[in-house]
């Protein structure tokens, strides 16, 4: 059974570094086709893919946002930390963590709950 | 950069067919993904690569997907279809979500 959970800061100031864990469970990110990605949206507003992370190590980031994003794994292997630099208001939104899979054709098949995340002074 | 389109609403009758496009140029030549997000709750996958379903998802989700348009069909809608559905593709490695459908059952 796979289980992902996003945690971290709830309130973060403009310009500070955002840094965001996702703990998961039930398959691990060594396995070949896997790959852990963050995804966030704004209250109201649409979902948006920030970056993945591949059993390979290999990273792929927005392009918009790939100047301020990292996505690393955690010191523990099932973690991925995602962060996410100079934030600023507009960041503010529910962060996802979830599994993606070549099972499913590189979907996101397992979401975690997510985690609201507000900047704000 | 790629964007997907979709309907900002969708309205369907109860039992009625739904169906939420999602436009792009050429996107019939990648795979789609939709998602759907009740509020407060994360996203599910109900469909992946064009038209398969995750174990779980009632046979009345299907989808199509060629040239500029794909679309995801809810046969007999119920009122728990109600809900935000997206569509997303990978373009060069990098993931696009669509700007969602919401779909109201009345």
């Known amino acids: 059974q796979i289980t992902l959970k996003e945690s971290g800061p709830t309130l973060v100031k403009p310009t500070q570094t955002l840094t965001l864990t996702c703990t998961f469970s039930g398959f691990s990110l060594s396995s070949s086709g896997v790959a852990v990605g963050w995804i966030r949206q704004p209250p109201g507003k649409a979902l948006e893919w920030l970056a993945l992370?591949?059993?390979?190590?290999?990273?792929r980031y927005s392009p918009s946002l790939k100047s301020r994003l990292t996505i690393t794994k955690g010191t523990s292997k099932s973690q991925v930390v995602l962060t996410l630099t100079n934030v600023d208001p507009v960041d503010t939104a529910t962060y996802y963590c979830?599994?993606?899979?070549?099972?499913?054709?590189?979907?996101?098949?397992?979401w975690g709950q997510g985690t609201l995340v507000v900047v704000s002074s | 950069s790629y964007e997907l389109t979709q309907p900002l609403s969708v309205s369907v009758a109860l039992g009625q067919t739904a169906r939420i496009t999602c436009e792009e140029n050429n996107i019939g030549s990648k795979n789609v993904h939709w998602y759907q997000q009740k509020p407060g709750q994360a996203p599910v996958l109900v469909i992946y690569k064009d038209n398969n379903r995750p174990s779980g998802i009632p046979e009345r989700f299907s989808a199509s997907n060629s040239g500029n348009t794909a679309t995801l069909t809810i046969h007999r809608a119920q009122d728990g279809d109600e809900a935000d559905y997206y569509c997303?593709?990978?373009?060069?490695?990098?993931?696009?979500f669509g700007g969602g459908t919401k779909l109201t059952v009345l």
């Open positions: 997303q593709v990978w373009d060069r490695l990098t993931g696009v």
């Open positions: 979830a599994h993606r899979s070549t099972t499913v054709a590189g979907a996101f098949d397992y």
């Open positions: 992370l591949y059993w390979d190590d290999n990273e």
